[in-house]
């Protein structure tokens, strides 16, 4: 096995600084926030992606990730999550390729909705101020977002994840060290 | 690791100074008390609740430092969110300077080394219990409630398991019938605290026991509102610009209520007004129960003059 990158320099204050990065975007949809400066994790996982599995996951949650072995021995290292064998169990699916279909993970039940899963998917660019139309809590009146590197199916999967509300999977988009979030509740309209 | 002695932080007075203070973290404890396990578990449960607004989540409490009704879910919560480059503000009931609202304020400032402010305007996270402030809040403000019941069901309905099954299927008809019931026996909505509010078209949410005249404040809030229960164990929140409607009947509409007086400092019309007795003769009179904004009026007037 080939010698493991570290993890946070700061395990307190980065893992709390990320999780502000992450509250932010999730309580602002389409706000681009920064985490993962510093961080080199292995191919393909970004830093950001990266800094969002070491403040969030650990032996209390399940992990499913295609970024390979590499990959899997660095958060089995640094985050300790036992990994699913599929998609639909885990509460943490990172996608550093295509991602999985939505509606395949767990979008937790009625009356316990908080279980679904927290879907971070790796792509190529973010961009504020140009492509999506997002709408709904966290937006005053509309936020846009340009994604490049999803796939063409993303809104209309989408339209549907939110059409399940309160169940649903909450998504974090991570490129380079930028993340916007997509909360459950958010409206996405095509630019 | 053993929770510091609250009784001995008492007696460290100098900790306590009105204004900005900062200091040292204390060593022995992890940054902000809670080891770093509890804060994940944490920080996971408070962004599944800003992207289901208004839904009580259960999380896994941890003993804290102080007992329960001192505000240990809201303490906890601001524990799991604070970093280094926040400014905190306690109030408790509107004032910065109750016992409760100093103790919070000085675990703190031990515990995480961060500024404390009385002062609304220069707050990161305010930590609340019982009032909103009068200053509208900021989209780089986090606004902590502490929460004794979480449920606004649990008068209505006792039973944890059906009261998950009404939130599950927006089954709201007991709340809207206890309303009602106000309405027909004293001719309004006999309930001036806690009043319960919807979120975003869709989960029953109890406010904590602010009054009533607080709630238009929360809806479409800039800033970010997280309430936690450390008896009840549960975490919700409202994300910014978020709709929360008071409840209400389209013949007995809503209506924030004040005591109809001038407080009697600074002279606001405007403010949540708390009575005060003067003397035992009967003498009273009505302030303001936010004490940051009171001071600050007084301090403009007294400049004008
Ligand atoms: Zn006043």
Not at chain 1, 75 to 81: D, E, K
Not at chain 1, 141 to 168: C, I, K, M, Q, Y
Not at chain 2, 156 to 183: C, F, N, Q, W
Request: some cysteine.
């Amino acid at each position: 096995m080939s010698t493991l990158t570290p993890g946070f320099a700061d395990p307190v204050l980065d893992a709390q600084a990320t999780f502000r990065a992450v509250l932010e975007a999730m309580s602002r949809p389409g706000r681009i926030q920064r985490a993962g400066t510093g961080l080199r994790p292995p191919a393909p996982m970004m830093p950001a992606a990266a800094a969002v599995l070491l403040a969030l996951a650990d032996s209390g949650t399940t992990l499913w990730q295609d970024a390979g072995t590499d990959a899997e021995a660095w958060l089995r290292f640094h985050c300790g999550a036992p990994f699913a064998a599929m998609p639909a169990e885990a509460a943490f699916v990172l996608a550093t390729g295509a991602p999985p279909v939505i509606a395949d993970l767990n979008a937790g039940s009625e009356e316990e909705p908080e279980r679904g899963a927290t879907l971070i998917v790796q792509v190529a660019a973010l961009e504020e101020g140009a492509g999506w139309r997002l709408s709904g809590p966290g937006i005053e009146r509309e936020h846009r977002l340009a994604v490049t590197g999803l796939p063409s199916d993303f809104v209309a999967a989408w339209a549907r994840n939110r059409g399940r509300f309160p169940r649903g999977v909450d998504v974090i988009l991570c490129a380079g060290e930028r993340i916007a979030a997509l909360p459950r509740t958010v409206a996405i309209a095509e630019g | 690791m053993s929770p510091p002695d609250d009784r001995s932080a008492e007696g460290g007075g100098d900790l306590n100074r009105p204004g900005q203070t900062k200091g040292p973290v204390m060593e022995g404890y992890n940054f902000a008390y809670l080891d770093e396990a509890t804060k994940r578990m944490l920080r996971r449960t408070i962004l599944k609740a800003v992207a289901i607004p208004g839904h009580q989540i259960p999380f896994g409490a941890r003993e804290m430092p102080l007992p329960y009704g001192w505000g240990t879910g809201g303490i906890q919560v601001t524990a799991a969110i604070l970093g280094p480059s926040d400014t905190l503000k306690v109030i408790d009931q509107g004032a910065d300077d109750t016992t409760n609202a100093v103790s919070i304020r000085r675990f703190f400032t031990r515990v995480a080394g961060v500024a404390t402010t009385e002062r609304t305007a220069e707050a990161t996270i305010i930590q609340t219990r019982h009032r909103i402030p009068e200053q509208a809040l900021r989209e780089d403000q986090v606004i902590v409630y502490q929460v004794p019941q979480p449920e606004p069901l649990s008068r209505l309905e006792p039973r944890r398991a059906e009261t998950k099954r009404l939130h599950s299927l927006a089954d709201y008809g007991l709340m809207h019938v206890r309303l009602y019931e106000d309405i027909a026996r004293y001719g309004h909505i006999a309930k001036a605290y806690d009043y319960p509010v919807m979120v975003n078209g869709r989960y029953l949410m109890a406010p904590s026991p602010i009054p009533a005249f607080d709630n238009p404040k929360m809806d479409r809030m800039p800033a970010l509102q997280l309430f936690g229960a450390g008896r009840e164990k549960r975490i919700y929140a409202v994300p910014p610009y978020t709709e929360v409607r008071s409840l209400d009947f389209e013949d007995h509409p809503f209506r924030p209520i004040r005591a109809p007086h001038a407080c009697a400092l600074c002279g606001s019309r405007e403010s949540y007004l708390d009575e005060v007795i003067t003397d035992d003769r009967g003498g009273r009179l009505f302030v303001c129960s936010d004490t940051d904004y009171c001071s600050g009026r007084v301090a403009l007037r007294e400049a004008a003059e």
